[in-house]
């Protein structure tokens, strides 16, 4: 018989597929014809996911699967083709946690795939003790101490105003993500007995094309209460007597905080310093982001002698011992010892002097520094520093007044400037923050163009 050596041959496939059939294991090779791109369709809108997943997800499939494998079959995907991809992928140089996750789902929509009966296996398993080991160096995470986070604070004032200072300050002396405090609202704010709540159910601002929404935090032990060392009473009690809006850090106009307009204007200026009309900061601790000021409080608490449940309490942490985490609890006297800890840091460091610039480097930096020419003198005037704001970049390069009228020129600081809200409406569309909300804006995968 054709594609048989014998009948005895094909006679024993029959019996082997009628014994699948009848076990309901049974694959059909023709359903292993269908496209890859095809499959994606129809399996990642079945999926539950969160809205940042599928961001991730679609720019995965467009720019990289979907370009390699969306017109092969799934059933005509190999282990070594997968391979020779990722190898190539390593070899353009993309980092290996990347081409990881690339893996990965594809990985997750061949399972799927196998579960449905359309392919026998997975192509994509793990196959330990293969290929040359490792020997990517895993650099540790940069944490500041309680001296450089409030110099950063000090320069962030000067850069975004006090909510920016105060934000930071919030963020090393509590272990809170930007998210938990960007959604902070004045009712989770409990100042009389001097806690902070992170709600489960509207606790965390996220962002996700352009657009934000409060939902829940991280992971469900995220969901706590934070006590508060005296002095964070104090300040944010300060902030909340002339802050008129309902969230506690929002910008100048009272809209939520957009995490990589902050992250641009305001923080990396701060860390690794900047020299604007005005201002002038001074490099503190490069490579300091603002997760790592939470890896500076969980640094802190381990030097202050603090308990693992206890840190693991305050951070929103799992214990790898459930059994461990499930028997033990914060005793009050615990948290006073760590809250006594956290307010002797910060009067150490607010009494103590900052950490300066060497007067020899600057003198270094002054005498490699150009001239400034005569011309250029006179136009460099300190411009007035608002808080933060609302807009998607800084426009008091390019808003000029007095072009060509022969009157002088001005520099109009950022406030003054009309700025979008969100980034694609128009100035005169400023909604109200309750309104900068999702919208289901998945578009029709598309392979990328391929060389």
């Given at each position: 018989?054709?594609g048989?050596?014998?009948?005895?041959?094909?006679?024993?496939?029959?019996?082997?597929?009628?014994?699948?059939?009848?076990?309901?294991?049974?694959?059909d090779?023709g359903d292993?014809?269908?496209?890859?791109?095809?499959?994606?369709?129809?399996?990642?809108?079945?999926?539950?996911?969160?809205p940042?997943t599928?961001d991730?997800y679609?720019s995965?499939l467009r720019?990289?699967l979907?370009?390699?494998?969306g017109?092969?079959?799934i059933g005509?995907?190999t282990a070594?083709q997968?391979?020779a991809?990722?190898?190539?992928a390593?070899d353009?140089?993309?980092a290996?946690?990347t081409v990881s996750?690339?893996?990965?789902?594809l990985?997750?929509?061949l399972?799927?795939?196998v579960d449905e009966?359309?392919?026998?296996v997975?192509p994509?398993?793990?196959r330990?003790?293969?290929?040359?080991r490792?020997?990517?160096?895993?650099?540790?995470?940069v944490?500041a101490?309680?001296e450089?986070?409030?110099?950063?604070?000090d320069?962030?004032?000067?850069?975004?105003g006090d909510i920016?200072?105060?934000?930071?300050?919030t963020?090393?002396w509590?272990?809170?993500?930007?998210?938990?405090?960007?959604?902070?609202?004045?009712?989770?704010l409990?100042?009389?007995t001097?806690?902070?709540i992170?709600?489960?159910?509207?606790?965390?601002?996220?962002?996700?094309r352009?657009r934000?929404?409060?939902?829940?935090?991280?992971?469900p032990?995220?969901a706590?209460?934070v006590?508060?060392p005296?002095?964070?009473?104090?300040?944010?009690r300060?902030?909340?007597?002339?802050?008129?809006?309902e969230?506690?850090?929002?910008?100048?106009?009272?809209?939520?905080?957009?995490?990589s307009?902050?992250?641009r204007?305001?923080?990396?200026p701060?860390?690794d310093?900047?020299?604007?009309p005005g201002?002038r900061?001074?490099?503190?601790?490069p490579?300091?982001t603002?997760?790592?000021?939470?890896?500076?409080h969980?640094t802190?608490?381990?030097?202050?002698g603090?308990?693992?449940?206890?840190?693991?309490?305050?951070?929103g942490?799992?214990l790898?011992d459930?059994?461990?985490e499930t028997y033990s609890?914060?005793?009050?006297?615990?948290?006073?010892?760590?809250?006594?800890?956290?307010?002797r840091?910060?009067r150490?460091a607010?009494?103590?002097?900052?950490?300066?610039?060497?007067?020899?480097?600057?003198?270094?930096s002054?005498k490699?520094?150009?001239?400034?020419p005569?011309?250029?003198k006179?136009?460099q005037?300190?411009?007035?520093?608002a808080p933060?704001?609302?807009?998607k970049?800084?426009?008091?390069?390019?808003?000029l007044?007095?072009?060509?009228?022969?009157t002088?020129?001005?520099r109009?600081p950022?406030?003054?400037?009309?700025?979008?809200?969100?980034t694609?409406d128009t100035p005169d569309?400023?909604?109200?923050?309750?309104?900068?909300?999702?919208?289901d804006?998945?578009?029709?995968?598309?392979?990328a163009?391929t060389?």
């Amino acid at each position: 018989m054709p594609g048989f050596a014998s009948r005895k041959a094909a006679a024993g496939y029959a019996g082997d597929m009628e014994c699948d059939q009848r076990r309901k294991v049974w694959v059909d090779p023709g359903d292993g014809r269908v496209l890859f791109g095809d499959w994606v369709q129809r399996w990642l809108p079945a999926q539950d996911l969160d809205p940042r997943t599928v961001d991730n997800y679609d720019s995965y499939l467009r720019c990289h699967l979907l370009a390699r494998f969306g017109a092969t079959p799934i059933g005509e995907i190999t282990a070594l083709q997968v391979d020779a991809w990722k190898t190539a992928a390593a070899d353009a140089g993309y980092a290996a946690a990347t081409v990881s996750s690339w893996a990965k789902l594809l990985s997750m929509i061949l399972a799927d795939a196998v579960d449905e009966r359309l392919i026998a296996v997975n192509p994509v398993r793990q196959r330990r003790r293969r290929g040359r080991r490792c020997r990517t160096l895993v650099r540790e995470r940069v944490w500041a101490t309680p001296e450089q986070v409030l110099r950063i604070a000090d320069q962030a004032a000067a850069l975004g105003g006090d909510i920016a200072r105060l934000l930071i300050i919030t963020a090393a002396w509590t272990g809170c993500r930007w998210g938990e405090l960007a959604a902070l609202h004045r009712d989770n704010l409990d100042l009389d007995t001097g806690h902070l709540i992170v709600d489960p159910e509207q606790g965390s601002l996220h962002e996700s094309r352009g657009r934000r929404w409060l939902g829940p935090p991280k992971t469900p032990s995220s969901a706590r209460r934070v006590a508060l060392p005296p002095f964070l009473v104090r300040l944010l009690r300060r902030h909340l007597e002339s802050h008129p809006f309902e969230f506690v850090f929002t910008t100048s106009r009272g809209t939520w905080l957009w995490r990589s307009t902050f992250d641009r204007r305001v923080l990396r200026p701060a860390i690794d310093g900047c020299h604007r009309p005005g201002v002038r900061a001074y490099s503190v601790c490069p490579g300091l982001t603002f997760h790592g000021l939470r890896h500076s409080h969980k640094t802190w608490l381990i030097a202050g002698g603090a308990p693992e449940i206890a840190q693991a309490r305050r951070l929103g942490h799992h214990l790898p011992d459930r059994v461990v985490e499930t028997y033990s609890h914060v005793a009050r006297e615990v948290e006073a010892r760590l809250l006594a800890d956290l307010q002797r840091r910060w009067r150490k460091a607010s009494r103590g002097p900052r950490p300066a610039r060497p007067a020899q480097q600057e003198r270094a930096s002054a005498k490699s520094r150009p001239p400034i020419p005569p011309s250029r003198k006179l136009r460099q005037r300190p411009n007035l520093l608002a808080p933060i704001t609302d807009g998607k970049r800084d426009n008091s390069r390019l808003a000029l007044q007095g072009r060509g009228n022969g009157t002088a020129r001005k520099r109009v600081p950022w406030s003054s400037t009309p700025q979008k809200l969100p980034t694609w409406d128009t100035p005169d569309q400023c909604y109200p923050i309750t309104q900068d909300q999702p919208a289901d804006t998945r578009k029709p995968l598309r392979p990328a163009p391929t060389a």
